[in-house]
C-alpha cells in the first residue's frame, strides 16, 4: 500500500550536458526524427498491441492526446536531458525518492514516534492477521535482523503483541492491540491523501495511462 519501507535502492546518473555543442548541433540537424519520449514509448506499444491485442490508432492517439495536454515545464522543473538513455529509470528514481521525503514528513508531523517503516509493519499485519515474524519479513522483503527490531519497538509501544499460534502453542504469531487500531486508520488517511495530492493535475485518462505503463514496466523486470 505504501511501498517498502526496507531499503532505498537506485543509483544517482550523471549524464555530458546536453544544452550546447555536438549534441546540440545534432538536434538541429535531425528535427524530423522521432523524439526520444517517442522512441520511449514505442516499446511499450508494441507490447500492448502483443499482448493486450489493443488496436494500434488508439494508442496512439491517446499519446498524442497526452502529450498534447502536457503543461509547459517551469525553471524549476526543467526538460529532461534528451541525451540521457535513462531519463525514464531517474525519473522514476527521483519520484520515489520525493514521495518518501513527502510521506516521512508527514509522518513525523501527524504521527509523532512513528517513522514511514513502522506504518509499514502496521499495515501490513493488518491486512495479513495472525502471520508469523518469518513470513513478515517474506512479505516485506526486508532483513530479519532488521524486522526483529522495528516488532521489538512497536510492541515496547504497545501497538503489537506475539501471541500463541492457535494451529501451533509452541510458535508465535503477532497480533495488532487495540492501541494500534486508530493509528492504522490514520495512516490509511494519510496515504489516501498522499495519493490524490500525487495525481493532481492529471486527468483520469492520464492517471490511468500513467498506471498502464508502469503496471507494464513493473512486470517487464520482474519477468527477467
Not at 21 to 46: F, K, M, N, Y
Not at 187 to 193: E, M, Q, W
Request: net charge positive.
Amino acid at each position: 500500500m505504501i511501498g517498502r519501507g526496507r531499503r532505498s535502492a537506485g543509483c544517482e546518473i550523471s549524464t555530458p550536458d546536453c544544452g550546447a555543442g555536438p549534441c546540440a548541433a545534432s538536434t538541429r540537424a535531425h528535427a524530423d526524427e522521432p523524439t526520444l519520449d517517442q522512441l520511449l514509448a514505442e516499446p511499450i506499444v508494441q507490447q500492448l498491441i502483443r499482448r493486450d491485442r489493443t488496436d494500434e490508432p488508439a494508442i496512439r492517439h491517446l499519446l498524442r492526446e497526452t502529450a498534447a495536454a502536457r503543461p509547459p515545464l517551469s525553471a524549476k522543473n526543467a526538460a529532461p536531458n534528451a541525451c540521457d538513455p535513462y531519463t525514464i529509470v531517474r525519473l522514476l528514481h527521483e519520484t520515489a525518492r520525493a514521495w518518501r521525503g513527502r510521506y516521512d514528513r508527514e509522518v513525523r508531523a501527524q504521527l509523532p514516534g512513528m517513522t514511514r517503516a513502522r506504518c509499514i509493519v502496521l499495515t501490513h499485519l493488518a491486512q495479513h492477521e495472525g502471520v508469523n515474524q518469518n513470513a513478515l519479513a517474506q512479505l516485506l522483503d526486508a532483513r530479519p535482523k532488521t524486522l526483529a527490531r522495528l516488532l521489538n519497538r512497536l510492541e515496547a509501544a504497545g501497538y503489537i503483541e506475539r501471541i500463541a499460534d492457535p494451529d501451533d502453542h509452541r510458535a508465535r504469531v503477532l497480533a495488532l492491540t487495540a492501541k494500534a487500531l486508530p493509528v492504522i486508520e490514520h495512516i490509511y488517511d494519510l496515504t489516501r491523501r498522499l495519493c490524490e495530492d500525487e495525481e493532481a493535475g492529471l486527468s483520469q485518462g492520464e492517471a490511468g495511462q500513467l498506471r498502464a505503463l508502469l503496471c507494464r514496466i513493473r512486470s517487464n523486470l520482474t519477468s527477467v
